[in-house]
C-alpha cells in the first residue's frame, strides 16, 4: 500500500507556480502588442522600438491617481545606486572640459554614460579621436548616437578641426551596425550630415586656394566619405 504522506501535493508550490506563469505569460503578451503598436508608430530608431517595448508595463496616471512625497524618492533607474548617480550628475559638468586621458573612456557603455551627460560633446569627440572612437563603438555604434555625433560635429566646426573631423567621420563607418544606424538617420540628421559635408569642402577649397599642405588629401578623403555616407554625390561626380 502506498504511503499517503509521500503522495502529499504540495498546493501552496502549485499556486506559486501557478501565479509566476500567469504574470509570464501576461508579460509575453503585454510586450507582445508593444512591439506591434512600435512597428504601427514606424518609429524611426530601433532604441525607440526598445523603449516602447521595455515602458510596456507602465499606465498613464488618471485624475484620481495622487502622488505622495514617499514615491518620489523612487529612482527612476531603480537598477542605478544613489552613489552612481551621484558620479554621473558630477560627471554632466566635467565630461568634455577637464576629462583627462585616463578618464576617457575605454569601452560603447562608458562612451553611452558620458555622452548622456556631456555638455559639451564636440570637444569630447576630439579628445577622444577618431582612431579610438573606432575601438569603443567597435561592435555597435547605436542608431541615435551616429545622429548626435553628426549633430555635435556640424553644430561646432570651425575649418581649424577640419583634419579631426575628418579622422572622426572616417572612423565611424568602421563601427558595428554602422549601415543600419545609418539608414535608420532621419531627415534633421541626414541635413545635418550634409551641411557637415558643404563645410568640410569649402575647409579643403580654402586649403587649395591658400596653398596649404594638405588640401588635395582632405579632398580625397572627403570624397572617400561621400561615399560611404551615401547621401550626396562626390565631388567628381558632381563636377562632370
Not at 499556486?15 to 514606424?42: C, G, I, S, T
Not at 577637464?98 to 579628445?127: A, G, M, V
Request: hydrophobic residues 35%; contains cysteine; aromatic residues 8%.
Amino acid at each position: 500500500m502506498a504511503d499517503l504522506k509521500e503522495d502529499k501535493i504540495d498546493f501552496v508550490k502549485l499556486e506559486r507556480e501557478l501565479e509566476e506563469a500567469v504574470k509570464a505569460d501576461a508579460k509575453y503578451w503585454r510586450e507582445n502588442d508593444a512591439k506591434f503598436r512600435a512597428v504601427e508608430q514606424r518609429v524611426e530608431s530601433y532604441e525607440q522600438f526598445r523603449d516602447i517595448v521595455a515602458a510596456a508595463h507602465l499606465r498613464p496616471l488618471e485624475k484620481k491617481d495622487r502622488i505622495s512625497e514617499s514615491k518620489l524618492q523612487q529612482p527612476w533607474n531603480s537598477v542605478a545606486s544613489p552613489a552612481n548617480q551621484s558620479t554621473a550628475l558630477t560627471q554632466s559638468h566635467d565630461v568634455g572640459q577637464r576629462i583627462t586621458e585616463k578618464e576617457l573612456p575605454t569601452n560603447s557603455l562608458e562612451f553611452s554614460r558620458d555622452w548622456k551627460h556631456c555638455q559639451d560633446r564636440y570637444n569630447f569627440l576630439k579628445l577622444i579621436g577618431g582612431q579610438r572612437l573606432s575601438m569603443i563603438l567597435k561592435c555597435d555604434i547605436g542608431m541615435e548616437t551616429l545622429g548626435d555625433v553628426v549633430i555635435a560635429l556640424n553644430k561646432s566646426f570651425t575649418q581649424e578641426d577640419a583634419e579631426e573631423v575628418i579622422d572622426i567621420l572616417k572612423s565611424l563607418p568602421t563601427c558595428g551596425r554602422f549601415q543600419l544606424a545609418l539608414d535608420f538617420l532621419g531627415k534633421k540628421e541626414k541635413g545635418e550630415l550634409k551641411q557637415l559635408f558643404e563645410k568640410l569642402e569649402k575647409a579643403s577649397r580654402k586649403n587649395n586656394l591658400e596653398g596649404n599642405v594638405g588640401g588635395d588629401i582632405y579632398k580625397t578623403k572627403i570624397e572617400e566619405l561621400l561615399k560611404q555616407y551615401e547621401l550626396v554625390k562626390s565631388t567628381s561626380e558632381r563636377n562632370t
